[in-house]
């Protein structure tokens, strides 16, 4: 955040650096003597071993941090259960110094969904909304972005964050602790914003398209993933309470739907890049996460359905232009 703030002539955001400091002030605040849950984390961060990694690896399904030889193998089964501190790990895979981070997604499967319509990311400004422990920013930051920033309100996976920055170091790359709704609207800024498993948790989608659209260069690229029912009707599920056992999920657009919420936002050029179920080879129980996951999700006698009843989780990626 700090680095964020001191970098605003080089990131030119000098327009808005009063809310970003009005906003980032009480965070910074909280960070230095944080409570609850932050500051277990905060002492697991403490303790991480310094080590320089021999070598990075971004472009890859998995992030690659150094090798098993950058240190002691007593510190690395320290540095193991320490990472365990953050558990639960969602998103990557990742390996540290050999560790490997067997994440509960194998988020690359949605990476490769879209990266063949990326276009030239170099000198970009990227804002990645609800963007966990980075690993589609470090992705992007493979491909040279002049700065790619992410909006991560989730200790746990702001946490992991910083532990992967403290080794990566990647200086085009920052995370805010905050949710979208605090980010200023930075019009005629950014050039690409994902939006990726955002919008269903959301109570106004559409209103949240219409921040995003503001915060965006003329002819920006926005590429957004939501749950989605698979039909063309110009409909939308809104569950009675849970979805998956999720309890924050609210509205679940048909594909016509999500469309129309893309255009009633400002956004043209629609198309829709991906259609895909979510299976147990994507989202699945490991080592790193003490939580249930998807197959605990389905109906146990009939997978294509939640066990709520309701169609079970299938995701399409929509790009759109600002
Ligand atoms: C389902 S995860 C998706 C993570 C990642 N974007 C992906 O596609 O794999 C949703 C993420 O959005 C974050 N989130 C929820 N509400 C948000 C908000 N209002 N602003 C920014 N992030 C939010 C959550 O903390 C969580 O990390």
Avoid at 3 to 30: A, G, V, Y
Avoid at 69 to 75: I, Y
Avoid at 109 to 135: P, T
Avoid at 143 to 169: C, I, R, T, W
């Amino acid at each position: 955040m700090e680095r964020f703030l001191l970098q605003h002539k080089e990131l030119k955001i000098d327009n808005w650096l009063d809310e970003f400091e009005s906003i980032l002030k009480p965070e910074i605040e909280f960070f230095k003597d944080p409570k609850g849950n932050a500051y277990t984390f905060n002492e697991v961060l403490k303790k991480l071993p310094d080590i320089k990694p021999s070598s990075l690896n971004l472009d890859n399904y998995k992030i690659i941090i150094g090798n098993e030889s950058d240190a002691e193998q007593q510190v690395l089964e320290q540095l193991r259960k320490d990472l365990h501190g953050l558990d639960p790990w969602r998103k990557g895979p990742f390996e540290l110094f050999g560790i490997e981070i067997d994440t509960e997604w194998q988020s690359w499967l949605k990476w490769d969904r879209f990266k063949g319509y990326l276009g030239n990311v170099e000198g970009k400004r990227i804002l990645d909304i609800g963007s966990s422990n980075g690993y589609y920013m470090f992705r992007l930051a493979a491909n040279d972005p002049s700065m790619v920033v992410g909006v991560e309100p989730q200790h746990s996976f702001f946490y992991q964050y910083l532990a992967l920055q403290k080794y990566l170091n990647l200086e085009n790359v920052f995370c805010l602790p905050i949710r979208f709704d605090q980010f200023p609207l930075t019009n005629n800024y950014f050039d690409m914003v994902f939006c990726m498993g955002v919008l269903y948790h959301r109570k106004s989608p559409v209103e949240m398209l219409q921040d995003i659209h503001k915060t965006m260069k003329n002819g920006g690229d926005i590429f957004v993933e939501n749950l989605v029912l698979e039909t063309k009707q110009g409909l939308c599920l809104f569950p009675e309470s849970r979805y998956a056992k999720m309890r924050n999920v609210f509205f679940i657009p048909d594909l016509k739907c999500m469309e129309f919420w893309l255009e009633r936002a400002g956004f043209s050029n629609i198309e829709c890049l991906d259609v895909s179920k979510t299976t147990i080879k994507e989202q699945r129980k490991t080592e790193w996460i003490g939580t249930e996951s998807l197959i605990n999700f389905f109906d146990p006698k009939d997978h294509s359905k939640t066990i709520e009843g309701y169609p079970a989780p299938v995701r399409a990626i929509f790009k759109a232009t600002a």
